[in-house]
Nanobody, 124 residues
């Protein structure tokens, strides 16, 4: 079992940045993948970026295009999402999730462990 707690959401203006943090605990190993997903109102959940916490391989959705960066802080057991040049379309609830195995952002339904989510609002 893996427990996940997100932090760092908030309201920002277009063009600004936010950094989300996902603190994880529990049973992890070299196959543990932690990722960020988001769901906007009326939209399906979509994968943003994922990574293996051992080894550090990262995977991002095509639309990220360098605006968002996922990283791992081994000392703090957190997986962070740095979001730059935010747009109103980025408004969503951002959640982190964990699984053992495949780590593609498109495999969201296969992630069994989820945090509560944090709201990100981008508006002028």
């Amino acid at each position: 079992q893996v427990q996940l707690v997100e932090s760092g959401g908030g309201s920002v203006q277009p063009g600004e940045s936010l950094r989300l943090s996902c603190a994880y605990s529990g049973s992890t190993d070299k196959r543990t993948c932690v990722g960020w997903f988001r769901q906007a109102p009326g939209q399906e959940r979509e994968g943003v970026a994922t990574m293996y916490i051992v080894g550090g391989s990262t995977y991002s959705a095509d639309w990220v295009r360098g605006r968002f960066t996922i990283s791992h802080d081994n000392a703090k057991n957190t997986v962070n999402l740095q979001m730059n040049r935010l747009k109103p379309d980025d408004t969503a609830i951002y959640s982190c999730a964990a699984r053992s195995g495949g780590c593609s952002p498109s495999r969201g339904p296969e992630f069994p462990h989820w945090g509560q989510g944090t709201q990100v609002t981008v508006s002028s």
